[in-house]
């Protein structure tokens, strides 16, 4: 199996920055992109970046020129730069990848951290 574990969410004010981190572990695995989405209680997920082994970078419209993926595909990792936060960006932010064990594809999640931008 292939897991996720993010880090860095927390509490901020607006204007202020947070850095979110996210590290898959497992064995014989093949990452083909891994991301951030979303969610907010009351609301679906909805992705906020991603990234693809290819090269290809992904941006939802709302975080576009303030938020930055970044990706250390030997580490296996992703990080989410958030900078210039709103309290519109107060949600709960999951790592995701997609991912080729062996034959199979899969998609995975993390657990979650929770990014809290007050006014």
């Known amino acids: 199996q292939v897991q996720l574990v993010e880090s860095g969410g927390g509490l901020v004010r607006t204007g202020e920055s947070l850095r979110l981190s996210c590290v898959a572990s497992?064995?014989?695995?093949?990452?083909?992109?891994m991301g951030w989405y979303r969610h907010v209680p009351g609301k679906e997920r909805t992705m906020v970046s991603y990234?693809?082994?290819?090269?290809?970078?992904k941006y939802s419209d709302s975080v576009k020129g303030r938020f930055t993926i970044s990706r250390d595909i030997a580490k296996n990792m992703v990080y989410l730069q958030m900078d210039d936060l709103k309290p519109e960006d107060t949600a709960v932010y999951y790592c995701?990848?997609?991912?080729?064990?062996?034959?199979?594809?899969?998609?995975?999640w993390g657990e979650g951290t929770l990014v809290a931008v007050s006014s």
């Open positions: 995701n990848a997609d991912a080729d064990l062996g034959f199979r594809h899969l998609e995975v």
């Open positions: 497992g064995t014989s695995f093949r990452i083909n992109a």
């Open positions: 990234s693809t082994t290819g090269g290809t970078l």
